[in-house]
């Protein structure tokens, strides 16, 4: 039985064997390409070959070098580089440049030749249409012999570009079409003229440059921002404000100065009262009045908070010599129509504090006597009473007052004696739980300390750690990707879409010097906050900046705030701190506490040897 039973023990491992090697048992894949048979056939090598050098050996390379033929024209902002340089050249050459100036050199960009640019449409008509429209225009410049100024495409985008400020009507089919693809065009231009006005100024500071004037540059950088949003308004620089106001038209402006109104921008029209409002406007319909507060309502009203200070320094408020001064922006962007709501709840409030001076205070007028009937005067008995004073008292209530007056004296020094025997006898059973009372308090109060001082470093810690969070999610932000998604401009001559940008930039008044980059906002919706950083002076006192927020949308939405820096000398700080970042404070209080050790220690070996010796 033994036997049988392992013979179909062995059998039934056997089997269970060859089942497993059947099961797992793998095929080899095998892959290939399905290629068309006469690409193999040898006599078709030579053909295959020839195919493969034409794709890959000629046409490829050539491609690629159209490509990189054409990106290389353009700088970051998509702007020739051939435009960028001739910015250079009159930034370089003419340190002073008005906004005339300005505009000839914007309109002399290598984006409005067709040589350079392949969408310009040049038509036979202009030799027709452009002496007629250049008759509009005085001090144009046209003699200026300066190149390219004066090249025939310069002239025309010039043309068409003082036609926009001056909001002329041009033929629909021929030059309307050319003024808006020039104007679209100006934003980038100007913020890469900007640029290029900057990095000449920093090398004018660095001494490349000492020809060029400091304070001119820097009004000239400011006239090249204003350019922006007169030409999106479509706005001379001396016309007010107010235009940008649908139906507002020139002969309206008279009512808006007079002697009793200084209405001169859009904010001093909204901060009027309504019904004044309404008067100012009276020549316009409701529906056109409505249409002009709800533009009014769209424009931004933006609030500027600036604080300086040095990143990761032990106190950030002290700004010393050739310290990094982190200039830290916040900004706030509301509509304009928060205005209107202050202004009806200041109403209310005025309104209810009137009628509540009105309920409370009630005026009784004075009877006022005939002037044939004469004041009464006052008899010399009356002044004589007043001057005695009060009467004299007979002498029985005095004597009354005095019995009286004995007997509740007797009575209260028997009480108060009363009182001393039993305050006596509780301040001796007080004595003994006031001296085991002490000794637990001075505990709680060392428990207590350590306590508050654990409680502190942990503040303290806490603090740090939020500062280094914030300093981070900072710097991940400016690392990322800005968004140039913000409000919708109100522009009606401009010819596509614009959204509000903004610059900010921090100027030194003593030196008529730009600290750093103008940096140009693309994001503000609600809330953003912007750094600029700049090294400090090398001299120690009191200096004063300004900031400066612009609009490239909006006329008369600028921001200037003065921030006042108090330089100090920088700290000497010895080898040791710099290694292990231990304070004079933090030694001194370790040499105590080492001091304190050793004193206990001979104090402690005192009482042994007076032991022993009493042994």
Aim: with cysteine; hydrophobic share 35%; proline share 4%.
């Amino acid at each position: 039985m033994d036997r049988e039973v392992v013979l179909t023990r062995i059998l039934i491992f056997e089997r269970v064997r060859l089942h497993l090697s059947l099961s797992f048992q793998f095929t080899a894949m095998s892959f290939g390409i399905a290629l068309p048979s006469w690409i193999v056939e040898k006599e078709n090598s030579l053909w295959v070959l020839g195919l493969y050098a034409l794709v890959f050996m000629v046409t490829l390379p050539t491609v690629v070098g159209i490509w990189w033929h054409r990106s290389i024209k353009f700088g970051e902002h998509q702007v020739l580089m051939e435009t960028t340089k001739m910015y250079y050249y009159y930034v370089h050459r003419t340190t002073h440049m008005n906004v005339r100036r300005l505009l000839m050199i914007l309109s002399a960009s290598f984006e409005f030749s067709k040589r350079h640019n392949s969408e310009i449409i040049e038509r036979p008509s202009d030799n027709i249409e452009m002496p007629a429209l250049l008759k509009n225009f005085t001090s144009f410049g046209e003699k200026n012999k300066e190149p390219p100024l004066y090249f025939p495409y310069s002239l025309k985008a010039r043309a068409l570009v003082f036609a926009h400020l001056s909001r002329l009507e041009l033929n629909p089919a021929t030059l309307a079409i050319d003024k808006m693809y020039v104007i679209k065009k100006c934003p980038f231009l100007i913020h890469e003229m900007v640029q290029s006005i900057y990095q000449m100024l920093t090398l004018a500071v660095n001494g490349h440059f000492r020809q060029m004037s400091l304070s001119e540059t820097l009004e000239m950088m400011e006239n090249c921002m204003r350019l922006s949003p007169m030409i999106v308004q479509a706005l001379w620089e001396k016309k007010s404000s107010l235009l940008q106001l649908p139906h507002i038209k020139e002969e309206m402006l008279r009512h808006f100065v007079t002697r009793t109104r200084h209405i001169r921008t859009v904010q001093n029209l909204v901060r009027m009262k309504k019904s004044d409002r309404r008067n100012l406007l009276q020549a316009l319909t409701d529906e056109e009045y409505d249409d002009v507060m709800a533009v009014c309502g769209q424009m931004p009203h933006v609030e500027m908070n600036v604080k300086a200070e040095v990143l990761g320094d032990i106190d950030p408020s002290i700004i010393t010599v050739g310290a990094v001064v982190t200039v830290s922006i916040t900004l706030k962007r509301q509509d304009m129509s928060t205005l209107f709501e202050k202004e009806a709840d200041d109403n209310s409030e005025n309104e209810n504090a009137d009628n509540k001076e009105e309920e409370e205070v009630v005026v009784e007028p004075k009877k006022q006597q005939p002037v044939w009937q004469k004041q009464k005067k006052k008899s010399k008995s009356s002044k004589s009473n007043k001057k005695k004073g009060p009467s004299k008292q007979p002498n029985n209530g005095r004597k009354r007052q005095n019995q009286n007056d004995g007997k509740t004296e007797i009575q209260k020094e028997q009480s108060d004696m009363k009182r001393v025997t039993a305050t006596e006898h509780q301040e001796g059973s007080d004595d003994s739980s006031k001296e085991s009372d002490s000794d637990s308090d001075g505990n709680d109060d060392s428990n207590d300390e350590n306590s508050k001082e654990a409680s502190e470093n942990e503040e303290g810690d806490d603090q740090l750690w939020k500062e280094t969070q914030m300093m981070r999610g900072k710097k991940e932000k400016t690392m990322e990707s800005r968004s140039r998604v913000s409000h919708i401009v109100h522009c009606p001559y401009f010819p596509e879409e614009k959204h509000e940008y903004w610059w900010v930039y921090v100027v030194d008044r003593k030196l008529r010097c730009i600290m750093m980059a103008p940096y140009h906002i693309t994001d503000l919706v609600d809330e953003t906050e912007v750094q600029l950083k700049f090294p400090a002076p090398d001299t120690v006192g009191i200096r004063q900046y300004t900031v400066h927020l612009r609009s490239d949308s909006y006329l008369d939405c600028d921001i200037t705030l003065v921030l006042k820096l108090d330089i100090k000398e920088a700290k000497i700080i010895s080898p040791d701190e710099l290694k292990y970042g231990i304070s004079d404070d933090e030694k001194e209080d370790e040499n105590d506490d080492q001091n304190g050790e050793g004193l206990s220690s001979d104090d402690d070996a005192v009482a042994i040897s007076d032991d022993s010796e009493t042994d």
